[in-house]
Structure formats: structure tokens, C-alpha cells
T-cell receptor, first 113, second 115 residues
Framework: GDSVTQMEGPVTLSEEAFLTINCTYT??????LFWYVQYPGEGLQLLLK?????DKGSNKGFEATYRKETTSFHLEKGSVQVSDSAVYFC????????????FGTGTLLAVQP | GAVVSQHPSRVICKSGTSVKIECRSL??????MFWYRQFPKQSLMLMAT?????????EQGVEKDKFLINHASLTLSTLTVTSAHPEDSSFYIC???????????FGQGTRLTVV
């Protein structure tokens, strides 16, 4: 079945460092891909998404490109801030009209001043 | 963004009792809501898809008689954990699909502890 694999955390970075969180997927068909963020004490929020191959999703300085050839959707940010500290989830939307989201395990990012 | 309210945020109950968790979409109508369970250091596991006015669709391995889902209105879905046991202790999260925006919005989650 469909699945998402993302790098384990925690990832600890200093402010202004470059961030990469790896995400790969297994799916039949052509799923939509998402990154969600969960700040402490809050619900999951959609960070960015891409719906087809070579699409780049971007928001708040974060980017991810839908790579069909490598079945990847890695999250990147050029310069992280303390306020980016959160748990990041990679997800795919399964095929068909179900709108079901399949999540990775989440990666905790801790940014230190 | 849209707001989904999940209540309660934390609940502790005794073994054998039942617990109801509510999920409300506050500013949009949601014909479809989803219930997830999250174990420590594990991904969110989809438990069931809740459809307004019809029976929920449960994922393989999820006991429908234990996890009762009711979606009686376009803004409310409830998950009832019946005859709870310590192994049911977990973090439960709901999401509501805003079909107009094509996006699912998540509640803050409910931490259930069964003692």
C-alpha cells in the first residue's frame, strides 16, 4: 500500500542554518504530496503542497519539489529561525476520491538561538 | 485558515468506561471528517473516514464496535472509545475536509489516558 518515509529526528540546528528534511514515498498512481507543521500545543497546519511531478510547493521560506523519478519530496529552508521549531510531517493523499492522507512519522526540528 | 475545534484536549478515564471526543468545524461545513491515532514517535494512523449522514468507513484493523463514530451534522463528528482499556491510551486527532478549499484542517488533538 501507499506509504511515506521521512527522516527521523530530532534535528537540531542553529539559527540561520540550512534545513533539509528528507521524505520519500511509495504510491500507486500520482498522489498529491504535502508538508504539515505542528507547533507546540497546536494542531497540524498545512505548510505546502504539490500536486504533480516537478511542482514546487513553497511557503514561509520553505520549499519542496515533487520528484517523481526519485519518489521524493524533501523539505528545505535556507535559513531557519527559532520560531520554526516544530514537528514536520510529510504526507501523501491516496488515490481515488477518498482524500485520505497518509503521514510519515514526523520530524522534530529544534532551532537554537 | 479554517478552524477545527477538538474537545476535550485531555481526558483521563477509568478502564471499562467510555469516552467521547468531539470534532467541530467552526467556519465551514464538512461532509467528510477523518479520525487519526498517533502513537509516540509514530506517524498519524488513519482510523476511519466519517461521512455526514452515513456510516463511517473504518481502516483495516480498527474495531468499529470499539471506536464508534457519529457524524450527525455538517459541522460535528464524534469518536466514542467504548469500554476503554490502557492500551487505548493515545493521542487522537481529527481533521475536517473543506471541499470548497480542497484542504483538510486539523483539530488540536485529544490526549486520552486510560487508568
Amino acid at each position: 500500500g501507499d506509504s511515506v518515509t521521512q527522516m527521523e529526528g530530532p534535528v537540531t540546528l542553529s539559527e540561520e542554518a540550512f534545513l533539509t528534511i528528507n521524505c520519500t514515498y511509495t504510491a500507486t498512481g500520482y498522489p498529491s504530496l504535502f508538508w504539515y507543521v505542528q507547533y507546540p500545543g497546536e494542531g497540524l497546519q498545512l505548510l505546502l503542497k504539490a500536486t504533480k511531478a516537478d511542482d514546487k510547493g513553497s511557503n514561509k521560506g520553505f520549499e519542496a519539489t515533487y520528484r517523481k523519478e526519485t519518489t521524493s519530496f524533501h523539505l528545505e529552508k535556507g535559513s531557519v529561525q527559532v520560531s520554526d521549531s516544530a514537528v514536520y510531517f510529510c504526507a501523501l493523499e491516496g488515490g481515488g476520491a477518498t482524500n485520505k492522507l497518509i503521514f510519515g512519522t514526523g520530524t522534530l526540528l529544534a532551532v537554537q538561538p | 485558515g479554517a478552524v477545527v475545534s477538538q474537545h476535550p484536549s485531555r481526558v483521563i478515564c477509568k478502564s471499562g468506561t467510555s469516552v467521547k471526543i468531539e470534532c467541530r468545524s467552526l467556519d465551514f461545513q464538512a461532509t467528510t471528517m477523518f479520525w487519526y491515532r498517533q502513537f509516540p514517535k509514530q506517524s498519524l494512523m488513519l482510523m476511519a473516514t466519517s461521512n455526514e449522514g452515513s456510516k463511517a468507513t473504518y481502516e483495516q484493523g480498527v474495531e468499529k464496535d470499539k471506536f464508534l463514530i457519529n457524524h450527525a451534522s455538517l459541522t460535528l463528528s464524534t469518536l466514542t472509545v467504548t469500554s476503554a482499556h490502557p492500551e487505548d491510551s493515545s493521542f487522537y486527532i481529527c481533521s475536517a475536509l473543506d471541499a470548497k478549499r480542497g484542504e483538510a484542517f486539523f483539530g488540536q488533538g485529544t490526549r486520552l489516558t486510560v487508568v
